[in-house]
């Protein structure tokens, strides 16, 4: 859905609404009386910049190295918050079974 700045009139209150496009026209009321559109610039997303990973310090460069460092590093990245590296339960399940097996053929 699209985001659209409007604007009262009468008390000058600025606000963002999120509208459906078929719902464009129908824009919030305040003041009793109907909000305008505001002709605003669009969001440009600022450009990569360069990063020293937290997993093996090497440096990242552009968005496409940075998602296949998180892939092969077994990470997630979750807001600013350090990067940890994914668990594998089913690893650590068939090592505990191959340990039980081992330590009861021992026993047998």
């Given amino acids: ?14 606000q963002d609404v999120f509208l459906k496009l078929a719902e464009w026209n129908n824009l919030p009321e305040c003041c009793g009386e109907k909000t305008h559109r505001v002709i605003v610039a ?9 990063y020293r990973s ?3 310090g090497k440096m990242i460069t552009d968005r496409g190295e940075h998602r296949r460092h998180l892939k092969s590093a ?8 350090s990067m940890e590296r994914k668990v594998d339960h ?9 340990l039980r097996k081992n330590i009861a053929e021992r026993f047998n």
């Avoid at 985001?3 to 600025?14: A, F, G, M, R, W």
């Avoid at 077994?74 to 918050?81: C, L």
């Avoid at 089913?90 to 191959?98: L, T, Y």
């Fill in 90 to 98: 089913f690893k650590i399940k068939k090592e505990k079974e191959a």
């Fill in 54 to 56: 937290m997993v093996n």
């Fill in 1 to 14: 859905m699209p985001l659209y700045e409007v604007k009262c009139d009468i008390c000058d209150k600025h």
């Fill in 42 to 50: 669009p969001f440009v997303p600022q450009e990569f910049q360069p």
């Fill in 74 to 81: 077994g990470v997630t990245e979750v807001g600013n918050v």
